[in-house]
């Protein structure tokens, strides 16, 4: 505290101190004296804080600042300074705020901002055209304007960038993409994005490969069966009998091609499995896959614990992941198949490998249709590179989650839990 405003109040005590003094030695009766003293002080104070109070609940204006030193000229002092600061904030907020509803109303997409009860406080002009969303919706619960369950789950769930597809309440054969972004714990931000477009364009490729797989798989098995005969015939010339058995080996191929294709549009065409799902015993499954393999594969089951799901998808689950460990572990590399609770409610499938393992830059891609880390051996062993596609599809039906593991030099670990 400065040494004036220490002096101001200072000569405010003094002053108060000679009053009572004063009074005291005319009249005689110090108490009294010490009492009025007191009272006028008090009264001063009360004059100086109603003088505040006042001056505060008239908005703080600089050229209204009541009159008084020492210690009330630091506070009204203070309080200026703060308010200065408040206003430089509140006018940077506002600048921020503008420039994030500008960008927001420039996006493509809709944008809805939402507080902790899921009501409406601000939308952009996407949200009219793609919700039917207006500005005078602001306050109202998003549910209440957009009706969809899966909306609702969305909402409840708060998982942060979780999505959904709904049709469009403002005109049902627009398909939406919904995504969910927690700010903070008092507001999200709800994005809308119109897919039709990508939609159809799948619906045509899943179409095309469905089609053009069923329109191959006759004229194949003709070829096949053809040179098979061929392949079976003895007087066959012996500078023919290798390329027939490269022809025959290739027209297999592609067969296996093909049925993974109509196995991946089978599994596309439909997401609701449980009027074809049944109990499953996973250890009498993955006894039987192992069987029917000649490389040695290790089995541990841990639990006997069963999942509901569809047999023909979880044998062709099973066989997948083994396959895939068998076509890129070398000859004799043991490879461990385990069943087990993990502890969090979910029963856990592990196919591990002791292979050279993968590189990072591949495990985001292994469960794209046709992709391989080494296309030589894929060739070499057969592999249509369909396999993990087929997987990772089987395990969305079935709500289960992938994970791939891996460390060069160390192997791989796919892993796949069924929720309990």
Not at 204 to 212: D, G, L, Q, V
Not at 374 to 389: F, P, V, W
Request: aromatic share 6%.
């Amino acid at each position: 505290m400065k040494p004036f405003i220490l002096s101001v109040e200072k000569r405010h005590i003094t002053f108060a101190i000679v009053i009572m003094l004063a009074t005291g030695l005319l009249t005689g009766d110090w108490l009294i004296s010490i009492a009025v003293s007191l009272l006028g002080y008090i009264i001063w104070l009360y004059y100086r804080i109603f003088q505040f109070y006042h001056w505060i609940a008239n908005g703080s204006l600089q050229h209204k600042v009541p009159e008084g030193g020492g210690i009330w000229e630091k506070i009204h002092h203070q309080v200026l300074q703060d308010k200065h600061k408040s206003n430089h904030r509140k006018k940077r907020m506002n600048a921020l705020l503008k420039r994030s509803q500008r960008i927001l109303k420039g996006f493509p997409y809709a944008a809805i901002t939402l507080n902790q009860n899921n009501e409406l406080d601000w939308s952009n002009d996407k949200a009219k055209v793609l919700l039917n969303i207006i500005k005078g919706d602001r306050g109202q619960c998003i549910n209440n304007l957009v009706r969809s369950p899966k909306l609702y789950q969305l909402l409840n769930a708060g998982e942060h960038d979780s999505e959904i597809e709904i049709e469009s309440p403002k005109d049902l054969s627009i398909q939406l993409l919904l995504k969910l972004i927690i700010i903070d714990t008092n507001s999200k931000l709800l994005i809308a994005r119109d897919i039709t477009k990508r939609n159809k364009t799948l619906e045509m490729r899943k179409s095309f490969i469905s089609n053009a797989s069923h329109e191959l798989r006759t004229p194949l098995t003709v070829i096949s069966g053809y040179l098979e005969m061929v392949k079976a015939d003895e007087h066959l010339a012996a500078s023919l009998s290798s390329p027939i058995n490269i022809a025959y080996e290739q027209t297999e191929r592609m067969q296996s091609i093909i049925e993974d294709l109509l196995t991946l549009s089978r599994l596309e065409s439909t997401d609701d499995i449980q009027n074809i799902s049944v109990d499953l015993n996973m250890a009498k499954i993955i006894n039987h896959v192992c069987q029917a393999f000649s490389q040695a594969v290790i089995v541990e089951i841990n639990t006997d614990k069963t999942i509901v799901g569809v047999e023909t998808e979880i044998i062709s689950l099973c066989t997948n992941l083994i396959q895939n460990a068998i076509f890129y572990t070398p000859v004799e590399t043991k490879i461990i198949v385990r069943w087990y609770a993990d502890g969090e409610h979910k029963l856990c499938l592990d196919v591990e490998d002791f292979g050279k393992g993968i590189a990072d830059k591949h495990l985001p891609h292994l469960t794209e249709r046709f992709y391989r880390i080494d296309k030589g051996r894929s060739k070499e062993q057969g592999g249509t590179g369909l396999g993990l596609a087929i997987v990772s599809h089987i395990a969305q039906r079935h709500n289960a989650q992938l994970n791939i593991k891996s460390k060069i030099g160390s192997g791989s670990t796919f892993k796949v839990c069924f929720a309990q």
